[in-house]
């Protein structure tokens, strides 16, 4: 028996979590061992979040690293970068004598 097209799309098998609270809770039986469900977000534990922000920022520094070793041959990057940085400043200078200058 095939059912009407209406009657097919309004179920889409599961309810929202709202309508199913046993779901929200898990049991505990009084026989077994007293544990806690650690907090988590979205299934991932501090730990885990820590963890991960760890390898992330040094990905994100490494990969800063060679945008700025590729980028210091670029005049803008060297004028409004390197050579803002306290000590190391100077090394970035780049002074074209005038005997070089075609004007």
Request: proline residues 11%.
């Amino acid at each position: 028996m095939v059912l009407p097209t209406a009657a097919r799309l309004q179920s889409h098998g599961l309810r929202p979590w709202i309508e199913r609270p046993h779901l929200k809770t898990t049991y505990q039986s009084p026989f077994g061992p007293k544990y806690k469900i650690p907090f988590n977000i979205h299934g991932w534990s501090l730990k885990t979040i820590t963890r991960a922000a760890l390898h992330l920022s040094g990905f994100g520094a490494a990969g800063l690293l060679a945008v700025l070793y590729l980028a210091e041959g670029i005049p803008r990057v060297r004028r409004d970068i390197f050579q803002k940085i306290p000590v190391l400043g100077e090394y970035w200078v780049r002074e074209i004598p005038p005997s070089d200058n075609p004007f």
